[in-house]
C-alpha cells in the first residue's frame, strides 16, 4: 500500500515536471501562432498516462532533450527545458526595430453594396483592364488611398468579394451603377472614397447586405436609358437616294444625300409610331443577330425585354433630344445600340418592321449598332433580394430612393449634360445616319459558314470606314456638280472621314 501510495506520487510529481517543460517548449512557439495552444493541451492530457512518462523518463536519462539553439552559441547544444526557460528569446530584430514596428489594426468588415454614378467619357468602361483607364481602376485607387482596402486587396479584388452589377463598355455612363465587396462599416466611408476620385466619378451611398450577396448575380433586371437627337427618327429623310446621272461625267454616278435636318421636331404622331416599333423588341427572344460571337443555338442568345419605350422630346441648344428606356434581365454585347439602330432603319423606311421579326431566326442578318454616346446604365434592380431581406430588421432595401436627388443632380451635371455636349459638338448620330443605306438588312453573304465571326470589329470597323467613304465622296461630287446648292453639301467636307473613321474605332465598344 505504502509502496503503490509512494509511486503515485512520484508520477504525479513527474507530470508536473513534464508539463513545465512541455510549456517552457512550446512558450515561443505559442507566442508566433496560436494553433500550438491546442498542441499544449493535447500534452498535458499525455503526462497523465503512464506510457508517456516512461518515454519521457528514458529519454531524459539517455539523451536529455536536444534543442535548436540557433545562432546563439553561448548556449550548449544539449540541455533541459528548465534550463532553456532561463535563457532570453531569440530574435533575429533589436529591441528598437521591433517596438518601432507599428502593429497592424484590424478593422472589421462587413459585406457592402455601394451605389455609385460615373460618366464614361475618356474612360475604357467599366471592367478593370491592367494598363487602361477604366472606372473600376479609379475606384479601387481611390480605396486603397483612403486606407480602406490593403495592397493585396488592389492587386487581387477578389480577396475583398469585389463584384460589379453590370459592366458597361466604352463612352457608356451610369446613374446607379452597383458594385459589392467588403469595406469597413464604421467612419465617413463614403467621403473619404470620394475625396480621392475625379469628379465625373461619384460613390453616392452604401449599405449593408448579406454575407453571400452579390451584386451581379442577385440582379432581376436591369434599365439602360439612349439618349439621341429626334432627327434619327425623321422618316421624310432618307439616308441615301438611289445613284444618280451629272451631266459632267455621264458615266460616273453620284451619291446624293439628304442630311438630317437639326432643326427637326417629333410630333405626336411620329413619337407614337416609334414606340410601336420599339415595342416589338419586349418579350423573349433570340437576340444572336444583336451580339457577336453568338450562335442562333446558344441557349444564352435567349434574353428577356421586359419594355422599351421612347419618352417625350426636350430641345437642348436647339436640337431636339429623345430619350429611350429599355428593361430587361439581362444585356449582351452591343444589344441595346443594335435594337437602337435597328429600330431607327425602320422608322426611317430603310428596311421594313418584318425584319425585327425576321432577327429572331437562325439566319445571320446585317444590322447597323448605334453610336455608343448615349447610352446609360439607369438601374440596377434587386426586387428579390429586397423581399427576402430587405425588413428583416439587419439590412436595407437596395431601391435607394432617399439619394434621387442627388443622384439627378449628377446625372444632369455630368452625364447628359455631357452626351447634348458631345453629340452638338461631334455630331456622332449625324454622321453615322449616312451609312445606314449601305446594311442589307437581309441575309449575310457568311451566313452559309456559321463557323466564321460575321460580328467580328476589325471588319466592321472596316466596313463603317469603307461605306463612310462613299457618302463623303458622294457628298463632295455633288458640292462640286452643285455649288450653289449649300443645303446639300456637308459643311464640314473631308473632316467627316477622319471624325468618322474615329467613331468606327469606337462603335463596338458601348453596350
Request: proline fraction near 4%; charged fraction near 25%.
Amino acid at each position: 500500500m505504502v509502496r503503490e501510495t509512494t509511486e503515485r506520487t512520484e508520477r504525479t510529481e513527474l507530470s508536473k515536471s513534464i508539463i513545465v517543460d512541455l510549456a517552457t517548449s512550446l512558450h515561443y512557439t505559442a507566442s508566433c501562432n496560436r494553433k500550438y495552444v491546442s498542441i499544449f493541451n493535447i500534452g498535458i492530457s499525455l503526462t497523465k498516462s503512464r506510457w508517456f512518462q516512461d518515454l519521457y523518463l528514458h529519454l531524459k536519462r539517455s539523451m536529455k532533450i536536444v534543442c535548436a539553439v540557433g545562432a546563439d552559441k553561448s548556449v550548449p547544444a544539449v540541455m533541459s527545458m528548465t534550463e532553456i526557460s532561463r535563457k532570453r528569446p531569440l530574435c533575429t530584430d533589436s529591441v528598437d526595430e521591433v517596438s518601432k514596428t507599428p502593429k497592424l489594426e484590424r478593422v472589421k468588415r462587413k459585406k457592402m453594396a455601394v451605389l455609385m454614378s460615373y460618366s464614361g467619357a475618356g474612360y475604357l468602361g467599366m471592367q478593370r483592364n491592367p494598363g487602361r483607364k477604366t472606372i473600376e481602376e479609379e475606384l479601387l485607387t481611390a480605396m486603397k488611398s483612403a486606407n480602406l482596402i490593403t495592397e493585396e486587396a488592389f492587386e487581387h479584388p477578389q480577396e475583398i468579394q469585389f463584384q460589379r452589377a453590370a459592366r458597361t463598355d466604352k463612352g457608356v455612363s451610369a446613374a446607379r451603377q452597383i458594385v459589392s465587396l467588403k469595406l469597413p462599416s464604421d467612419g465617413p466611408v463614403v467621403e473619404s472614397i470620394n475625396k480621392h476620385l475625379p469628379s465625373q466619378i461619384r460613390v453616392i451611398g452604401m449599405k449593408r447586405v448579406t454575407k453571400g450577396f452579390n451584386s451581379k448575380t442577385a440582379c432581376d433586371a436591369r434599365t439602360y436609358s439612349y439618349m439621341l437627337p429626334t432627327y434619327a427618327f425623321d422618316e421624310s429623310m432618307k439616308s441615301l437616294e438611289e445613284p444618280v446621272m451629272t451631266n459632267q461625267d455621264p458615266k460616273t454616278p453620284v451619291l446624293t444625300t439628304a442630311l438630317p435636318k437639326e432643326d427637326f421636331r417629333l410630333s405626336s404622331e411620329a413619337l407614337e409610331r416609334v414606340n410601336e416599333v420599339l415595342k416589338l423588341f419586349e418579350g423573349t427572344h433570340n437576340f444572336h443577330n444583336f451580339t457577336s460571337r453568338k450562335k442562333p443555338m446558344d441557349p444564352s442568345a435567349q434574353r428577356y425585354i421586359m419594355s422599351m419605350k421612347c419618352g417625350e422630346p426636350e430641345i437642348c441648344e436647339n436640337v431636339e433630344f429623345a430619350t429611350i428606356t429599355v428593361k430587361g434581365q439581362s444585356f449582351m454585347l452591343h444589344q441595346i445600340r443594335k435594337m437602337v439602330g435597328l429600330a431607327i432603319a425602320v422608322i426611317r423606311g430603310l428596311t421594313s418592321v418584318e425584319t425585327i421579326v425576321k432577327a429572331w431566326k437562325p439566319e445571320r442578318l446585317d444590322i447597323p449598332i448605334a453610336p455608343s454616346l448615349g447610352l446609360v446604365l439607369e438601374e440596377v434592380h434587386y426586387d428579390k433580394y429586397n423581399r427576402k431581406f430587405g425588413s428583416d430588421g439587419m439590412h436595407d432595401s437596395l431601391t435607394w430612393a432617399e439619394y434621387e436627388e442627388e443622384i439627378a443632380e449628377f446625372k444632369k451635371k455630368y452625364i447628359s449634360s455631357m452626351i447634348i455636349k458631345t453629340e452638338i459638338e461631334e455630331k456622332s448620330m449625324l454622321n453615322w445616319l449616312p451609312t445606314l443605306p449601305f446594311h442589307s438588312f437581309d441575309i449575310r453573304e457568311q451566313n452559309i459558314n456559321q463557323e466564321s465571326d460575321d460580328d467580328s470589329e476589325e471588319s466592321r470597323a472596316l466596313g463603317t470606314e469603307t461605306c463612310l467613304g462613299k457618302v463623303c465622296s458622294g457628298i463632295n461630287n455633288l458640292s462640286s456638280v452643285h455649288s450653289s446648292d449649300s443645303s446639300q453639301g456637308h459643311p464640314s467636307g473631308d473632316s467627316n472621314v477622319n471624325e468618322e473613321q474615329s467613331e468606327g474605332k469606337c462603335v463596338h465598344n458601348g453596350q
